[in-house]
């Protein structure tokens, strides 16, 4: 029988996309698809592929009947939950940072450890952070050929990154500061911002329009963001190498949506350019756009929308052996949330064929 | 006898600001100043310390008697004209990329290598990309003290590095798509300037509002941009270490001026966080700002219009020796450009005390 399929978070902003993405399909291979909400949306009606459903509220029972529960809810909510609907019999694939680094919860990106889903002795498997997942298919396309041994990696945050509050953000701070001459002296896009009333309440610790701001996250141990060690312990959980030599600096930057990765790769074993686009070509979830001489890379404002992940700028180190720098953009709230969450529920949705 | 200071390009954008350093200074150690600029700009006055001065145009006499000549022009206009002003007997200080990687030129940042000034066999000094300048007085410090060994760097450059062309695009951008809800799908951007007119003539190679440019300069051998190779090949030159291990990724931001660079550097000494922040609370050209649970970092719209290079976000690399990973901010028009230009020259001033 045809595997029943919840969205838990279902009208939230990753939820949203999640229905983009079951309503865009082919065909799924489920076959009744439950809504579920916080108590105040539900009875709330989506159309999900042609069938009006109704959001129901979560509990307990709401998971009764269910196989696979996708979740994408704030971390407490998917601590809580979570494991209730796996208790129900149903498999969690969880969008929250609660389970991520659990040794008993899988860390999937299925184009690079498909396999680790087999192993969940929670009956949980997580979704891993936008930033880490936005280079993840290129890094682990790469690891099965050369071997990935170091990373050095910045990155260029977009303000969705902090959910609909950092795009409500970001927008109200262009429109305070857009075209006016703003940034041009210390402090003048602070003072076009308090103008305009934008004083407080940020999602984000600096001004973002006409700036970058190297902060996400909150403060874990010597001066390190969050979102800088997910990218370190995330990273090495899904390539499966306990030692990858990780460094990170998490850079927001005034972009709706698509994060970018400045990524400096090393390897095992050599590695050219010629070698890393045939690689990356194999691989049907990567775009390559990598034609300099013609103005051909991926930039956020392009890719923004869509599944794959964009690379280019490929170049081999000058003076770092067996190393690559790199360009990547990902939609982090496409691959980046939504769409790896739901194809780890195909790839559970497997077990039931 | 006081020397003579002579500004060539003094009507340009850089030219500007450094007249507006030379304004700023409590004293200055010149006699006369002169201006000298295009034909174009000839005839044109500039008050200059209290005193207006006519702009000459630019030729072979403008040169009598000068001592020093500040040039900030097109590369091809100094490549023909610094010569010709150091045949005349003025030592040449020029900030355009003619001279940079010139063995018998030295390329100068007064704080790392000031030394270096006294040996210059054609007359001229060089002054660093603004790239390399905005991260150089930090890395010159970290390595007296311990010892530089590789650099991985990604940059966050400003619209004005690419001139004033950058910046009026930038404004025009950001017109067009502010505050719209554009930048949620791929080409939205690119449909909004292209609905406001703005559709070639662009000095970037791609839109700047909403978006980030994984590409600054001309294109080099093997997919390198040029301005990632200055910043290798002049920050090997500036800090005397012929073998330093550089790969630099240049991005540019929709940020109007001060460029940001996240540094990871491997020293050759052990390096401690506690270590940097006293090399760089020693260092009169360095402002700390690094405690991030008082949301205190860098971020380029507070560090605009100021001298000094702004670093913060210290970290000791989790899983590489002897590595620190920070970020840094500098003015590419002050410090970057017109700052260390007058302070080469102020250098040279010394000689004629």
Redesign the interface.
């Known amino acids: 029988m045809a595997p029943t399929l919840a969205l838990v978070g279902a009208t939230g902003a990753v939820g949203t996309v999640m229905i983009d993405i079951v309503n865009a399909r082919e065909s799924v291979p489920w076959g009744d698809i439950r809504l579920i909400a916080s108590p105040r949306s539900a009875g709330k009606k989506i159309v999900v592929r042609g069938e009006e459903r109704t959001v129901q509220a979560l509990g307990p029972e709401a998971f009764d009947g269910v196989d696979v529960a996708m979740f994408d809810v704030p971390d407490e909510v998917s601590a809580q939950w979570a494991p209730i609907a796996a208790e129900r019999g149903a498999v969690a694939v969880d969008n929250s940072g609660a389970f991520r680094m659990d040794p008993d919860v899988p860390l999937v990106v299925p184009e690079v450890n498909a396999g680790a889903i087999a192993d969940r002795p929670r009956g949980i498997i997580a979704n891993p952070n936008c930033t880490t997942l936005s280079m993840m298919a290129a890094l682990g396309a790469l690891h099965r050929e050369f071997g990935l041994r170091?990373l050095?990696v910045?990155s260029?945050q977009a303000a969705s990154g902090a959910g609909q509050a950092g795009v409500d953000r970001l927008?109200?701070e262009?429109?305070a500061?857009?075209?006016?001459?703003?940034?041009?002296?210390?402090?003048?896009?602070?003072e076009a911002l308090a103008a305009a009333g934008l004083t407080d309440d940020s999602p984000f610790?600096?001004?973002l329009a006409?700036?970058?701001?190297?902060?996400a996250g909150s403060?874990k141990q010597?001066?390190?963001?969050s979102e800088e060690?997910k990218v370190?312990n995330e990273s090495r959980k899904i390539l499966g190498i306990p030692d990858?030599?990780?460094?990170a600096?998490c850079?927001r930057?005034?972009?709706?949506?698509t994060h970018?990765l400045?990524v400096?790769a090393t390897f095992e074993r050599e590695v050219t350019?010629d070698g890393a686009h045939k690689v990356f070509a194999a691989q049907p979830s990567i775009v390559l756009q990598?034609d300099?001489?013609a103005?051909v890379?991926?930039?956020?404002?392009?890719?923004?929308?869509?599944d794959p992940t964009y690379v280019?700028?490929?170049?081999?180190?000058?003076?770092?052996p067996n190393?690559l720098?790199f360009?990547v953009c990902g939609d982090n709230l496409r691959k980046g949330a939504a769409l790896n969450t739901y194809e780890i529920a195909e790839v559970v949705a497997r077990e039931f064929a």
């Open positions: 170091e050095v910045a260029y927008y109200a262009l429109a500061v857009g075209g006016k001459n703003v940034g041009v002296r210390a402090g003048d896009v602070r610790p600096a001004p006409l700036n970058v701001v190297p902060w403060l010597d001066g390190w963001a060690l370190r990858l030599r990780v460094s600096t850079v930057v005034p972009v709706v949506t970018a400045a400096h350019v990598d300099p001489a103005g890379f991926p930039t956020p404002a392009d890719v923004v929308g869509n280019g700028r490929v170049r081999q180190a000058v003076d770092f190393t720098d360009f």
